[in-house]
């Protein structure tokens, strides 16, 4: 498979990343295991995941992904065959939340140890949330992990273009390591907050772009056709509601018919559509089966005719 590089960072990715949110959430460890293994024995090699994930669940404190993640490369010895990214600078609890120097050089720390690796491939800004810090401190912080090689690239998720700019300004001014990745929220229902600012700048800048959400919670998968069918996953309907309006349901009429035409999923489609767009380097997508990965991993083996992405370009626009 065809890789693609991330910024200038020297990492390079086939263009599919799976998303470890799911991971000990909606998924146990042996689930888990086998989604992992299929993952990178169907050629594939980016995974993304976070320190809080999944903390928000009954029961768990957070680091639940990091931890799988980190027993699977213990059980499997497939650390090598994988560009690992992790995030830092949500709430963890007692305190540790933020992008302060102090926090970041010991939040590493235990990623590391939850990964149970020596290095991190893409280690990311979660959220841009911590007015008290300046972008400086914490690009310094970056920068001493990657001199000391327990980073080797750095990302920074859901920022705006003026923050980017910013810190990108910094980074060059201040010769400290520089934002390679975007981590944007970015879908064919969702194109208007990336595209107007943030993905010319990334175009121009060369940085790598990761989007999450990239099947809109399952709108995209075609399973959601009107109202009724949100019965189907109570937990994502309050997510998928406000897309059943006459844009999101053109837009998945023309996936069924694409997908149908290809002989593969609407999901697949959608992704795929991504994977197709200039600034795009991986889109970011999660399976709680394998069955599910199937249709991931075949957005990355099919090819969208200009007919189609125009048909998708112009229902989403």
């Not at 208007?192 to 099947?215: N, R």
């Amino acid at each position: 498979m065809q890789k693609r590089k991330v910024g200038r960072s020297g990492l390079e990715v086939v263009p599919l990343c799976l998303g470890g949110n799911v991971f000990g959430w909606t998924i146990d460890e042996p689930t888990s295991f086998r989604i992992l293994d299929a993952f990178v024995a169907a050629g594939l090699d980016f995974i993304d995941t976070a320190d809080v994930y999944s903390r928000w669940a009954p029961g768990n404190q957070g680091g639940e992904s990091e931890t799988i993640i980190g027993n699977w490369f213990k059980a499997s010895g497939k650390r090598d065959k994988v560009v690992l990214a992790t995030k830092v600078g949500m709430d963890m609890g007692e305190g540790k939340v933020g992008l302060k120097k102090s926090y970041i050089l010991r939040a590493v720390e235990d990623s590391l140890k939850r990964l149970k690796t020596d290095r991190i491939d893409l280690y990311q800004t979660h959220k841009d949330q911590d007015p008290d810090t300046p972008q400086e401190e914490t690009l310094e912080a970056y920068d001493q992990l990657v001199k000391q090689g327990k980073v080797r690239a750095i990302g920074a998720s859901n920022f705006t273009a003026a923050r980017l700019t910013e810190a990108l300004k910094i980074s060059a001014e201040k010769r400290l390591a520089r934002y390679e990745c975007l981590q944007p929220h970015y879908n064919l229902v969702e194109r208007a907050g990336f595209e107007k600012e943030l993905e010319p700048l990334c175009l121009k800048e060369d940085i790598a772009v990761i989007p999450y959400y990239s099947l809109a919670s399952g709108f995209l998968t075609g399973k959601y056709h009107g109202e009724a069918d949100l019965a189907k996953s109570p937990a994502r309907s309050g997510n998928v509601k406000k897309y059943l309006n006459s844009k999101g349901l053109k837009i998945v009429h023309h996936l069924d018919e694409i997908a149908s035409a290809l002989k593969v999923k609407p999901a697949s489609v959608a992704l795929a559509w991504l994977i197709a767009r200039p600034s795009v380097t991986a889109p970011i997508a999660s399976a709680t089966s394998v069955e599910q990965l199937d249709d991931l991993i075949k957005a990355v083996e099919i090819k969208l005719d200009p007919a189609a992405i125009k048909l998708l370009d112009d229902a989403s626009a």
